[in-house]
């Protein structure tokens, strides 16, 4: 995590690295399927719950794809 300049912080671990890579997916328009399969979870109610973090219009977009 140092030699990668990942600041201090929550996310300064595997599991948050993954939790931020999912957040950052859907944000940048990543269908929630395809991010499902990315990160393989077994049902897409488990990717989903990214969405709640973030913004309401990203998350409009992304249930609309």
Partial sequence: MHTAGIA???HKCP??????YGVHAI???V????LSK??????LEVTAMAL??????TRQIACEI
Avoid at 15 to 20: A, S, V, Y
Avoid at 31 to 34: A, I, K, Q, S
Avoid at 38 to 43: E, I, K, P, R, V
């Fill in 8 to 10: 201090d912080g929550p």
């Fill in 15 to 20: 599991k948050g690295l993954r939790h931020g």
């Fill in 27 to 29: 944000g940048s328009g």
């Fill in 31 to 34: 269908p929630l399927n395809m």
């Fill in 38 to 43: 990315w990160m393989g979870h077994a049902s």
């Fill in 52 to 57: 709640i973090i973030v913004p309401a219009k």
